[in-house]
T-cell receptor
Framework: KAGVTQTPRYLIKTRGQQVTLSCSPISGHRSVSWYQQTPGQGLQFLFE???????NKGNFPGRFSGRQFSNSRSEMNVSTLELGDSALYLCASSLGTLQETQYFGPGTRLLVL | TQLLEQSPQFLSIQEGENLTVYCNSSSVFSSLQWYRQEPGEGPVLLVTVVTGGEVKKLKRLTFQFGDARKDSSLHITAAQPGDTGLYLCAGPGSSNYQLIWGAGTKLIIKP
């Protein structure tokens, strides 16, 4: 069974631009969660989607948004990029609840200049 | 607000030594998960502990869930360079749709 894939793996943007990251979950998984990981802040929860519905959202500004498609693939978008948005963005998929094993992708490393 | 505090934040030891890392909270968790993240990769689940007092072993790794389900520990016996990584604990928050994450323990095992 193929694992979670994320594209692109690396991205360099400048302040003010916007970016879209993609995540393809494991086949059959309907829950996709997004996290931001930085050395100083650890793993910060962005949002979680299940069957195209956002079920929960972390404490991030509205510049961070996401969506999930009918095939469970998910995208997250960051508008008006700031230097502090530089981070590793991870997505994780599971069958349905967060008590289950979260299967993570390798992440997208975003650098904002 | 539910929090998970991990200690130590960083640990560097020689191959063959034993070590213990901790995941503590003032809140009760229904379960706790331990993940290991290697550089350039996403976290990978090591174990889930569910019952207070539970002990689970994974080769040289021993995981324990506190009796009150507020804390957990990971003990590694005879550490090897392959154990190097970031160890994260996580537990379900009061909302079913959010996992609470510790900040992690960065472990380096020197040959």
């Amino acid at each position: 069974k193929a694992g979670v894939t994320q594209t692109p793996r690396y991205l360099i943007k400048t302040r003010g631009q916007q970016v879209t990251l993609s995540c393809s979950p494991i086949s059959g998984h309907r829950s996709v969660s997004w996290y931001q990981q930085t050395p100083g802040q650890g793993l910060q929860f962005l949002f979680e989607y299940f069957s195209e519905t956002q079920r929960n959202k972390g404490n991030f500004p509205g510049r961070f948004s996401g969506r999930q498609f009918s095939n469970s693939r998910s995208e997250m978008n960051v508008s008006t990029l700031e230097l502090g948005d530089s981070a590793l963005y991870l997505c994780a998929s599971s069958l349905g609840t967060l008590q289950e094993t979260q299967y993570f992708g390798p992440g997208t490393r975003l650098l904002v200049l | 607000t539910q929090l998970l505090e991990q200690s130590p934040q960083f640990l560097s030891i020689q191959e063959g030594e034993n070590l213990t890392v901790y995941c503590n909270s003032s809140s009760v968790f229904s379960s706790l998960q331990w993940y290991r993240q290697e550089p350039g990769e996403g976290p990978v689940l090591l174990v889930t502990v569910v019952t207070g007092g539970e002990v689970k072993k994974l080769k040289r790794l021993t995981f324990q869930f506190g009796d009150a389900r507020k804390d957990s520990s990971l003990h590694i016996t005879a550490a090897q360079p392959g154990d190097t990584g970031l160890y994260l604990c996580a537990g379900p928050g009061s909302s079913n749709y959010q996992l609470i994450w510790g900040a992690g323990t960065k472990l380096i095992i020197k040959p």
